[in-house]
């Protein structure tokens, strides 16, 4: 039988386009969730790990979707090679269990790691650069201005908080929060 997984890191992410790939790779079960990888525990990796037997075959669309590190990554595919389960990854292909095809799988692995630790270092960068401004702050961006949220909160005092936040799309709990700051 043909297993897909599918993963995304944050709640934010969409999963489509990766179940849409596993479904055109044929696989018959797709399993799917948005967690980090670097977390050991993803609860629906360790399912469709759990069900795999021998002649079954594992896919996933890329390699950093399969493994939270190099190390991992070859720790599970030797265990799954043991179990005779074959593993597919849509955009290197069959890893083959031979010598080549675990060398090969072991230095895709290598770069996969190598590529995630520049991102989070590139990302930690610009993070220290952005705090070293003045008008550095934290988090998303404010959705509405100062000037929206005040005249808002003058509406409040002749209107409901629904019907301030029908008149301007900003929520009750954004307007309850505003509240709270100016007093």
Do not use: W
């Not at 610009?126 to 959705?143: I, S, V």
């Not at 909160?153 to 008149?167: A, D, F, G």
């Not at 954004?174 to 700051?181: D, N």
Request: with cysteine; aromatic share 6%.
């Amino acid at each position: 039988m043909k297993y897909g997984y599918a993963r995304v890191s944050t709640a934010l992410q969409d999963l489509e386009t990766q179940i849409t790939d596993l479904k055109e790779a044929g696989c018959e079960l797709i399993y799917s969730e948005k967690v980090t990888g670097t977390k050991a525990n993803r609860p629906e990796f360790n399912k469709v790990l759990a069900l795999l037997d021998e002649g079954d075959t594992l896919t996933v669309t890329k390699l950093d979707r399969f493994a939270r590190s190099a190390g991992d990554a070859i720790q599970i595919v030797r265990e799954l090679f043991k179990k005779g389960i074959k593993v597919h990854i849509l955009n290197m292909g069959l890893v083959e269990n031979t010598p080549t095809g675990k060398l090969i799988f072991t230095i895709m692995s290598g770069f996969a790691e190598f590529e995630r630790d520049m991102i989070v270092e590139r990302t930690q960068e610009g993070k220290a650069l952005a705090k070293q401004k003045d008008d550095f702050r934290e988090g998303r961006p404010n959705k509405f201005t100062k000037k929206q949220v005040s005249h808002a909160l003058k509406l409040l005092e002749t209107n409901s908080y629904k019907q301030v936040e029908q008149l301007t799309g900003i929520s009750k709990s954004t307007l309850i929060r505003a509240k709270k700051k100016k007093v």
